[in-house]
């Protein structure tokens, strides 16, 4: 990962959390003390092409108090078979265009919620889908 | 003669959330949810390698030392 002087407490917790369950990440401060995480190789599974890719997203300077939302990922991520799911749309983030993961955490709690839950909760969302 | 002591099973230390959590070695997801002070309507997965497993509340499970577990409010498509 690269160096986030910069981050929060809390953010360079969240991303060390991530680190040790074994995502290989890149991390860059956002300079407010927030993060933007980058998951190598996001395992999408098998009923997806490409079955992996980097999955990007943000947490926030006031993490945990902020949920994670949205990801992004690659722009020609596609199930094998069937249409998009809605939660799935075409963006332009950063100057790139990149695949919007819209799952939000309607009931997020500070003192539970975690990075490390969103992101299993998306893996899980992945799997199942379709 | 006197009677021997029920067994007493020892506590699994698992870990929800990276953070360690005793449990029963025959628990369920319930009981972990409790011992975490994580709600009931919490999702609760398990994850062992690559999988990701979601446990029910009702669902019985054998833990082992230091396995991993994640606990989250749920997410909706927006």
């Known amino acids: 990962m690269s160096a986030a002087v910069e ?33 190598h190789n996001f395992r999408f599974g098998e009923r997806w092409l490409p079955e992996s890719g980097d999955l990007t997203f943000e947490i926030a300077y006031n993490y945990p108090y902020a949920a994670i939302y949205p990801y992004y990922t690659i722009s020609e991520l596609n199930l094998r078979e069937g249409d998009r ?36 909760q998306v893996e899980h969302w992945f799997k199942c889908i379709g | 003669m006197s009677e021997a002591a ?3 099973e020892h ?15 025959s628990t369920t997801g319930f009981q972990i949810k409790q011992a975490a002070g994580v709600p009931p ?6 994850r062992r390698g690559a999988n990701l497993d979601e446990i029910a509340n009702d669902q019985a499970l054998e833990v082992h030392e230091r396995e991993e577990f994640v606990a989250v409010s749920g997410q909706d498509v927006s």
């Open chain 2, 41 to 46: 309507e919490f999702k609760l997965y398990l």
């Open chain 1, 85 to 120: 799911p809605s939660a799935l749309q075409i963006v332009d983030w950063r100057g790139s265009r990149y695949t919007q993961v819209s799952l939000r955490a309607t009931n997020w709690n500070p003192q539970i919620d975690t990075a490390l839950g969103a992101l299993a």
């Open chain 1, 7 to 39: 981050l929060a407490d809390a953010v360079a917790a969240a991303v060390a959390d991530l680190e040790r369950a074994g995502y290989a990440l890149s991390a860059s401060a956002t300079g407010d003390g927030g993060s933007i995480v980058t998951v």
């Open chain 2, 11 to 25: 506590p699994v230390t698992i870990l929800v959330n990276n953070k360690p959590v005793e449990v029963p070695r």
């Open chain 2, 6 to 8: 029920p067994h007493q």
